[in-house]
């Protein structure tokens, strides 16, 4: 399979982009080599290669969560700007 400068230009106009004509030829050529790399990798036997799903056989790479105390509502408040005896106050930000 082999890319051409014309659907190089078609998939740039689709993608709202502009090259010079330098540009589009270098990029037909690069384009050309990935899919030269891709076929080249279709030659591979892979007949006892069970697929893969994900690449690396990870369980689960996190920690197990913990339970643990929570700030108490004054330790919260202590730092605040303002506040009153159970919530922040902050200045009104929407107007009616």
Do not use: C, H, W
Request: cysteine-free; hydrophobic content about 40%.
């Amino acid at each position: 399979m082999s890319v051409t400068i014309d659907e190089v230009k078609y998939t740039a106009m689709l993608a709202r982009l502009k090259f010079t004509d330098a540009e589009l030829e270098k990029l037909a050529g690069d384009i050309n080599q990935i899919l030269k790399y891709v076929e080249k990798m279709n030659e591979i036997d892979t007949t006892n290669v069970e697929p893969l799903s994900f690449p690396v056989d990870i369980s689960n790479p996190l920690r197990e969560d913990v339970r643990k105390p929570s700030v108490s509502r004054v330790e919260a408040l202590k730092n605040a700007p303002s506040a009153d005896d159970k919530f922040f106050k902050v200045p009104k930000v929407i107007n009616q």
